[in-house]
């Protein structure tokens, strides 16, 4: 089993910045691949980026938001720049056992509990 915990959610203005980080235990996920997700309220969660033996990102967190992994501390970040109100979302950690990226919700097998993003005007 693989629990993760998000953390670094916050209140931020537009154009800021965030470092949402995701903290593995209980297996070393050197190689699974990691996921981010969104959801707002009232809309359906939704991809952002994932990592394995590569990267991928939405088309609308592309060339904002980095994600990486440090493997010596278990743990996956996202930078998030130039942040937009419509950035606002729970945003949640995802591994699944396989070093393909994977950018549907339904192909991960473990979830974190998420971090609040709130990004005002």
């Known amino acids: 089993q693989v629990q993760l915990v998000e953390s670094g959610g916050g209140l931020v203005q537009a154009g800021g910045s965030l470092r949402l980080s995701c903290a593995a235990s209980?297996?070393?996920?050197?190689?699974?691949?990691m996921g981010w997700f969104r959801q707002a309220p009232g809309k359906e969660r939704e991809f952002v980026a994932a990592?394995?033996?590569?990267?991928f990102y939405a088309d609308s967190v592309k060339g904002r938001f980095t994600i990486s992994r440090d493997n010596a501390k278990n743990t996956v970040y996202l930078q998030m720049n130039s942040l937009k109100p419509e950035d606002t979302a729970l945003y949640y950690c995802?591994?699944?056992?396989?070093?393909?990226?994977?950018?549907?919700?339904?192909?991960?097998?473990?979830w974190g509990q998420g971090t609040q993003v709130t990004v005002s005007q």
């Open positions: 995802a591994a699944e056992k396989s070093f393909r990226p994977k950018t549907t919700s339904y192909e991960y097998d473990y």
């Open positions: 209980g297996r070393t996920i050197s190689y699974y691949a």
């Open positions: 990592i394995g033996w590569s990267t």
